[in-house]
């Protein structure tokens, strides 16, 4: 089977899901480009966009259409030439309508995993629950008798464990996105001994037609990315818990979240990622990671209160930020969560005192937006963070302990053989978390 016959019939489970929403976006994008390649007119090409949520399926189409002309504004050019034999396409309004038309039509949104029975290759981003990976695995390889590939985005778990469990010998492979995904450059591929040569081949054929950054991952739980993210997270409400010593934990909240996207030049601060992400995911990655780790507790009973509480961000089918440990107005933090309380206390309350006892940023400041587009980063964030090393404010001081704590994270991976070198830590985060900088990078050293 080529590249184009494999592609011909895919599913994606999960496929309402924030992850499983942009991968079937990306691969939506892909198989309606070659269906539209000479060699591959009148060929049908199907791709079962498989949840069990009604509503979220009804969400991720409207989703869908909206990106897929973004994506169709951005090729016009090349889409003509696909078009040249269609007469009555005239102006680019004419060809972005018939693009998206035909990326919908491949596109079949289903509560029915059995349609996943004819497909060739399944991409799997259910809930990162092992047991249920491995059931539904397991249940379509029985009963699709093509002998599918599965690409799982677990951001977790062991991939030669899903392997064995699900008895799928070589036909399986991490291709783990990051979020979005239709944004982050970055896809992680964990192989297992087993995995095919033909399999990882065709693996890397799609990320490079996708435009995505390969960094392989050793098949360790949590792989790089969520390698780094676990623990620098843990180190974020550490620090929250312990500023909150001496002030509420609320301001300790905004202050963590402030040092670790100002000071740090980061797109988020750390509680706003947490949030993103959703506390709920961070805390069941952690639980499936926790185990597989010697002389580390990845853990944190904040999480599991806020789980308690039932506050979990996360985000709503339109894609809108669900209140965390932060609330938000069009995206932006307001208010912060008193878990005493179980209510959210205005940051205009308390931003200006907790502001004056962070201290200034050092300078010459960039924030990321513009920070993330300079070409020589050591020219810029090696003053700008040597100039942080020099101040003897607080903000200084979280932030150059988080800087530290985060380079050693990254260095942890590769003694522990999750990363195969410090570049690969470096490119995990820079195209998978949209950092400015690798954490992997000396600035913080005294
Ligand atoms: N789908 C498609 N496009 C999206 C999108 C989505 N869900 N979300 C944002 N975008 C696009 C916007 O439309 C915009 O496009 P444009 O430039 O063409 O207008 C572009 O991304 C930038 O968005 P915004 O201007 O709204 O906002 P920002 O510039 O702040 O960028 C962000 C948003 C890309 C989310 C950025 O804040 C970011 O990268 N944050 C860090 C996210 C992160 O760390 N992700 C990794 C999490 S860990 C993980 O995923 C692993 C998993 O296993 C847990």
New binding site residues.
């Given amino acids: 089977m080529n590249y184009d016959e494999r592609l011909q019939h895919v599913s994606v489970m999960g496929a309402a899901g ?2 499983g ?2 991968i079937l ?1 990306l691969t939506a994008v892909e198989m309606a480009d070659r269906s539209l390649m000479p060699e591959n007119k009148g060929k049908t090409f199907v791709l079962n966009a498989i949840d069990l949520s009604d509503e979220g399926l009804a969400g991720l189409m409207d ?1 869908l259409r909206v ?1 897929v002309q ?1 994506v169709a504004e951005k090729k016009t050019v090349w889409l003509r030439q696909m078009y040249a034999d269609r007469a009555d396409l005239i102006e680019n309004y004419d060809i972005i309508n018939q693009y998206i038309n035909d990326v919908m039509r491949i596109v079949r949104p289903t509560t029915a995993m059995e349609t996943t029975y004819r497909s060739n290759l399944v991409f799997e981003a259910v809930s990162e629950n092992k047991d249920l990976k491995v059931k539904l695995l397991r249940q379509i390889d029985a009963n699709n008798p093509g002998k599918p590939w599965y690409f799982t ?1 677990t ?2 778990v062991p991939i030669h464990i899903v392997e064995n469990e699900a008895g799928l010998d070589g036909r399986v492979l991490g291709f ?9 450059k970055l896809v992680e591929l964990i192989v297992t001994p087993k995995t095919l040569a033909e399999t990882k081949a065709f693996a890397l054929d799609y990320a490079k037609a996708l435009g995505k950054v390969v960094v392989p991952s050793n098949d360790f739980a949590g792989f790089i ?2 390698g780094h ?1 676990m623990r620098d997270a843990l180190h974020g409400i550490n620090e929250a818990l312990e500023l909150a010593k001496t002030r509420p934990l609320t301001e300790a909240i905004y202050m963590v979240n402030k040092v670790s996207q100002d000071f740090l030049v ?3 601060g750390i509680f706003q ?1 947490i949030d ?2 959703g506390v709920d ?2 805390q069941f ?1 952690m639980k499936v990671m926790n185990p597989h780790l010697t002389g580390e507790d990845l853990h944190s009973d904040v999480l599991d209160q806020m789980m308690a509480l039932g506050v979990k961000g996360g985000q709503l089918s339109s ?1 809108a930020q669900k209140d965390g440990f932060l609330k938000y107005d069009k ?1 932006a933090p307001i208010a912060v969560y008193d878990m005493e309380k179980k209510s959210y206390v205005n940051i205009a309350d308390f931003m200006t005192t907790c502001d004056a006892a962070l201290g200034k940023l050092p300078e010459p400041y960039s924030p990321w ?1 513009a920070a993330v587009k300079i070409k020589d980063k050591d020219a810029h964030f090696g003053p700008f963070f040597g100039s942080l090393k020099t101040m003897d404010t607080l903000g200084a001081k979280l932030a150059l302990r988080y800087g530290k704590r985060s380079d050693a994270i990254g260095r942890k991976l590769v003694a522990d053989k999750v990363a195969n070198n410090e570049q690969d830590v470096n490119t995990v985060m820079l195209t ?3 950092h400015a900088y690798g954490p992997i990078n000396g600035y913080f050293n005294e």
Avoid: T, W
């Fill in positions: 924030k992850m929403s942009g976006l989703y990106q973004k985005n951001s977790s783990h996105f990051y979020n979005p995904p239709a944004v982050q990315g969520n993210f980061r797109p988020m990622l993103y992400v995911v961070v990655i894609g995206g937006k998978g978390f949209f």
